[in-house]
């Protein structure tokens, strides 16, 4: 991450390597924090990060 403290929500999907849908999505299910500022969404530099920590790890495959 950068020394930001916000992201747009253009701005955290790029940072997070998803889509803007996905990001939505995380946010309409509570799973990710966003914030309102006018009408403006941003999440916190924090928020993401907390997110991105809390996934899944990927099982590592049995054919290794």
């Not at 403290?5 to 299910?29: C, H, N």
């Amino acid at each position: 991450m950068d020394n930001k403290l916000a992201y747009s929500e253009p701005v955290a999907a790029k940072m997070a390597d998803i889509g803007r849908t996905k990001l939505r999505e995380e946010i309409k299910s509570g799973r990710l924090t966003a914030r309102k500022v006018g009408k403006r969404v941003i999440i916190t530099a924090t928020d993401l990060k907390s997110w991105l920590d809390r996934l899944p790890p990927v099982a590592p495959s049995a054919a290794a």
